[in-house]
Antibody
């Protein structure tokens, strides 16, 4: 059974760096075809993909946020970390981590889909 | 803004069939598979359909997905009150160094 969990609600000040840890179980990020992604949702808005880290440590980021995002993993501890610099009130949102799995008989980063999600954590950016 | 366009709302009475459209382009739906997510109020999204038309284990067969060209659709047959939720389509987009894009979302109301 795959589960993922983000930390509790977080308050950060403008210009600070957000650090979120996703703790997971039921899979290994060292296994071929696995990945973990980050998605956020501002209040009342649609979902917005932020980035993904694959089993081989390859990463992809949302182009418009790429300069501010870093995703890392500690496979021995079953966790993935999202760092986002220079936070602004517009970054206030619920942040989700999600397990990603590669489609059978498919190669490449576009072959992954998100099948299990954490409950999400509300990040508020305010002074 | 999202590059996948969905109608903002859809509705039906219990037992009816509701269809939600998702319009994209050659760089996303036209060249990659489509996924659909259901988001009940106050909860995390749940995968409903992957690889255009496949259902994960546990998803009722009342939910079905299809894709044609640069558009996709989700159908809910035998609508039930617990289907009242927001629904999002999603796909990888090959432009701009590749990113995963979600649709604008559709609120389904059971009348």
């Amino acid at each position: 059974q795959i589960t993922l969990e983000e930390p509790g609600p977080t308050l950060v000040k403008p210009t600070q760096t957000l650090t979120l840890t996703c703790t997971f179980s039921g899979f290994s990020l060292s296994t071929s075809g696995e990945g973990v992604g980050w998605i956020r949702q501002s209040p009342g808005e649609a979902l917005e993909w932020l980035g993904i880290i694959y089993w081989d440590d390859d990463k992809r980021y949302r182009p418009s946020l790429k300069s501010r995002l870093t995703i890392t993993t500690d496979t021995s501890k079953n966790l993935v970390v999202l760092m986002m610099t220079n936070m602004d009130p517009v970054d206030t949102a619920t942040y989700y981590c999600a397990h990603s799995r590669r489609l059978p008989r498919c190669n490449g980063g576009n072959c992954y889909y998100f099948d299990f999600w954490g409950r999400g954590t509300l990040v508020t950016v305010s002074s | 803004q999202s590059v996948l366009t969905q109608p903002p709302s859809a509705s039906g009475t219990p037992g009816q069939r509701v269809t939600i459209s998702c319009s994209g382009s050659s760089s996303n739906i036209g060249s990659n598979t489509v996924n659909w997510f259901q988001q009940l109020p106050g909860t995390a999204p749940k995968l409903l359909i992957y690889n255009n038309s496949q259902r994960p284990s546990g998803v009722p067969d009342r939910f079905s997905g299809s894709k044609s060209g640069t558009s996709a659709s989700l159908a809910i047959s035998g609508l039930q009150s617990e289907d009242e939720a927001d629904y999002y389509c999603a796909a990888w987009d090959d432009s701009l160094n590749a990113l995963y894009v979600f649709g604008t979302g559709t609120k389904v109301t059971v009348l």
